[in-house]
């Protein structure tokens, strides 16, 4: 008789108290977890956040960068010096825990260079200054190919 002949044995254990007892605090554990937000997001002592998201439209007469941009966003603090952001993708940004201050957005587009693990310098820049206090800055940047960019704030 081959394998594939064979009928498939499935083994039924009778549950123990351990076993229940094991499961019961696993979705306990794992329910506080997922109920209980993060302490930046619902403490109003946590800091500011800044939001941009980010799109591009074609420049005169439809052009587009050949092989594509990638959206180069920098936040500045008061002091000069660049904030890392907590969490990037293409169209959006996100600066977390940011203190009470004045910050400098500089959003700007970077053509691929032949692909876009190689990148040419900044363009399409554009800038302004965001007053960050303990509440939400969201940023809309619209990207027009070959023009400077444009800003939507709201908080």
């Known amino acids: 008789m081959e394998l594939a002949d064979k009928p498939a044995r499935l083994?039924?254990?009778?549950?123990?108290?351990?076993?229940a007892l094991g499961c019961?605090?696993?979705?306990?554990?794992?329910?506080?977890?997922?109920?209980?937000?993060?302490?930046?997001?619902?403490?109003p002592g946590a800091g500011g956040r800044v939001v941009v998201t980010n799109d591009v439209k074609p420049g005169p007469g439809g052009v587009y960068y050949i092989e594509g941009a990638i959206a180069d966003i920098k936040l500045?603090?008061?002091?000069?010096?660049?904030?890392?952001?907590?969490?990037?993708?293409?169209?959006k940004t996100v600066y977390e825990g940011l203190a009470a201050d004045d910050y400098t957005l500089e959003p700007a587009l970077r053509p691929c260079d032949a692909n876009c693990d190689n990148l040419d310098a900044?363009?399409?820049?554009?800038?302004?200054?965001?007053?960050?206090?303990?509440?939400?800055?969201?940023?809309?940047?619209?990207?027009?190919v070959?023009?400077?960019c444009h800003l939507r704030i709201s908080s």
């Open 122 to 144: 900044r363009t399409d820049v554009c800038q302004a200054t965001l007053a960050v206090g303990h509440t939400t800055v969201h940023v809309h940047v619209r990207f027009t």
């Open 24 to 43: 019961m605090l696993f979705v306990l554990v794992s329910g506080c977890a997922v109920a209980v937000p993060s302490q930046s997001a619902t403490s």
């Open 76 to 91: 500045i603090d008061s002091n000069g010096d660049e904030i890392e952001a907590d969490r990037e993708t293409r169209q």
């Open 11 to 19: 083994t039924v254990m009778a549950p123990t108290r351990s076993m």
């Open 146 to 148: 070959g023009s400077a």
